[in-house]
């Protein structure tokens, strides 16, 4: 067996991305993932965005130097062990993030290529593609886009399992690290969403159920926060695939079984996380009883095992 990996006491992880008011994707579905996979989890803002299940109703870019600014601010005193970048919004954006990780050496970045929201609002300027793919990819240890993104990546349909294969291959080659090719628009594969990772050597297929659902909001943001999380806890990059596969999995179960909002419903981290073994704080314990210790009227406030409800 190979040795473990070197556990840092407490991970941190950096999300560099734009934020979804509804909370089911950008930087507030990051944050979530990292603190519910057991990572301290900071935030660099590039947009604020207006957005819910139904569309984006609004954007407001941040400036550059102010993105740089806040990268600044959490590397600089916290530090970071692993760290992604989402929405990046513009070419400017993209360029001063890229020279700033590529100053900084940062290690265990992974690139999530966003360019369009689920209903095709784009969240990436044309002009910035370029950029994104010079200045940004070479400093990738993943790369995650889904099948539209890998198409403008690669420049080539991808409709089957062998053009898939070959749009890996070019993009790995444009960046040298792991790509992904997630599987959730792969009309090819029915029942099945199977994401195909590459690093150059080796292929690997993260098996997983399609779950029928439209509600599959903040699935890429979730996804490759989780591999972050797992990189930020000393797993290498197949085991922390290994985990977000499972993650998302149980994310997007547990969103469809509880659906929140008017249009495609959020994932639930917190059912993905309890899922995967974690439990769940015991609020109800919290609630104070007629007659029990802490209850309105018997003195003090009610701590965990103390009455309640059930
Ligand atoms: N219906 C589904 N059932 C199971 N897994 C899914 C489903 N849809 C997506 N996934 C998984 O979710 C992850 C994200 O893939 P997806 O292709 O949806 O990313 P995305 O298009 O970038 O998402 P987003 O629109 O949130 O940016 C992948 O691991 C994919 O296999
Ligand atoms: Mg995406």
Known sequence: MSPSPPRPARPRALTIAGSDASGGAGIQADLKTFALLGVYGMSALTAVVAENTVGVQGVVELEPSFVLQQIA?????VGVDALKTGMLA?????????ADLARRKARHLVVDPVMLAK???PLLAADARRALVDRLLPLAEVVTPNLPEAEALSGMRIADEAARREAARRIQALSGGWVVLKGGHAPWQPGRSVDLAY????WLELEGERVE???????GCTFSAAVAAGLAHGLDVPAALRLARAFISAAIRGGAERPLGHGHGPTDAVAAAVA???RPVPVAEFAATPGAPGAPGAGGRARPGEGGAP
């Open 119 to 121: 209903g095709g609002e």
């Open 199 to 202: 690093d150059g050597r080796e």
């Open 276 to 278: 995967l073994g974690g």
């Open 73 to 77: 601010s959490a590397w600089d005193d």
């Open 90 to 98: 513009n070419a400017a954006i993209v360029e001063a993030v890229a």
């Open 213 to 219: 659902t439209p509600h599959t909001h903040g699935t």
